[in-house]
T-cell receptor
């Protein structure tokens, strides 16, 4: 099993550009989440999904969109990149929710210049 | 609103010495509690979790954590640290009700001296 796969691993964007961070899991997990990690702030929840077709906002959703058309994929879209979105982004998935614990991807390091 | 505090940003410990990482939480009711570890350049890996029952829980890699309701704490311990334990450690809490939200602390970076 590949687990949770995130692409790309690194990305540099110019302010105002858009892009999609990809996340795919092959474990048939219903729950998927996107977090951003910034120094000293731990991980903050951006958006999450409890199943195909169902998404909801987390703690810091502004500037990001998500969709969940399949169980396997949960892409994160940056609509118009800003320097404040420079961060490391993690995708995580779980079969039954937080109590099971999450499986994390290896992250995407995004720099917006 | 729920919050998780890890008071120590950095801890340096000698190899073979004991390690304790502190975690305090603020939550409406007793949440689910977790410790995750992040090695450099990697994603997070679950070390252990607490739901109910015995307040001392065992995890992977020789780690354990103790839940103290009266102190709203969930401290992580390891009796003898190995060089490979150098990493960043995150405490997290999650709701007992249905949902998908974990709240993470700011993390504690552990450095291991030879």
């Amino acid at each position: 099993n590949a687990g949770v796969t995130q692409t790309p691993k690194f990305q540099v964007l110019k302010t105002g550009q858009s892009m999609t961070l990809q996340c795919a899991q092959d474990m048939n997990h219903e729950y998927m989440s996107w977090y951003r990690q910034d120094p000293g702030m731990g991980l903050r929840l951006i958006h999450y999904s409890v199943g195909a077709g169902i998404t909801d906002q987390g703690e810091v959703p502004n500037g990001y969109n998500v969709s969940r058309s399949t169980t396997e994929d949960f892409p994160l879209r940056l609509l118009s990149a800003a320097p404040s979105q420079t961060s490391v982004y993690f995708c995580a998935s779980s079969k039954t929710g937080p109590r099971e614990g999450y499986t994390f991807g290896s992250g995407t390091r995004l720099t917006v210049v | 609103a729920q919050s998780v505090t890890q008071p120590d940003i950095h801890i340096t410990v000698s190899e073979g010495a004991s390690l304790e990482l502190r975690c305090n939480y603020s939550y409406g009711a007793t949440p689910y509690l977790f410790w995750y570890v992040q090695s450099p350049g990697q994603g997070l890996q679950l070390l252990l979790k607490y739901f109910s029952g015995d307040t001392l829980v065992q995890g992977i890699k020789g780690f354990e954590a103790e839940f103290k309701r009266s102190q709203s704490s969930f401290n992580l311990r390891k009796p003898s640290v190995h060089w490979s334990d150098a990493a960043e450690y995150f405490c997290a809490v999650g709701p007992r009700a249905a949902g998908n939200k974990l709240t993470f602390g700011g993390g504690t970076r552990v450095l291991v001296k030879p």
